[in-house]
């Protein structure tokens, strides 16, 4: 074979030895577990103010019943208390806080985290801001 050959033997083998997916972005897994904090029946919240229904809310992407456990602890004091409960059959549990959170923590910075078998799954970080005054 002429070197020419051998340069063109040499670049076909090289095509087929890259894999087909180069270049393509690996697909993106989405968490099976997702915790955060939010104010009564309300949406996602990172800050509110004392007084408010403060709930956790434990989502898997897979419905079935999980036992977790959702801690909550005020970072100025570290009060902290923990809930251990379990996923309702669709996946999805909620943990009504405020009483927890408004009168033995108060204002400031908070973090809720998420435990499943003892290993973190999710955290959630939200301040509580002191109420207004009328």
């Known amino acids: 074979m002429r070197p020419a050959g051998l340069r063109a033997l040499g670049l076909a ?3 087929m030895l890259v894999p087909s997916g180069v270049g393509a972005a690996a697909p ?8 955060y904090v939010r104010l009564l029946g309300g949406a996602k919240t990172h800050s509110s103010f004392q007084g408010a229904g ?3 809310v434990f989502r898997e992407r897979v ?29 999805r549990s ?3 806080v405020a009483l927890f959170v408004n009168d033995r923590g ?29």
């Not at 419905?63 to 059959?89: F, K, Q």
């Open 28 to 35: 993106t897994r989405l968490p099976v577990y997702d915790g």
């Open 106 to 134: 108060g204002p400031g910075a908070w973090r809720a985290t998420f435990t499943v078998q003892r290993r973190r799954v999710a955290t959630w970080d939200f301040t509580v801001l002191p109420e207004p005054e009328q």
């Open 13 to 15: 083998v090289a095509i």
């Open 94 to 96: 909620v943990v009504f």
């Open 54 to 56: 403060w709930q956790t």
């Open 63 to 91: 419905a079935g019943r999980v036992r977790y456990r959702v801690c909550l602890t005020h970072r100025p004091t570290n009060v902290s208390r923990c809930w251990a409960r379990a996923s309702r059959p669709d996946g």
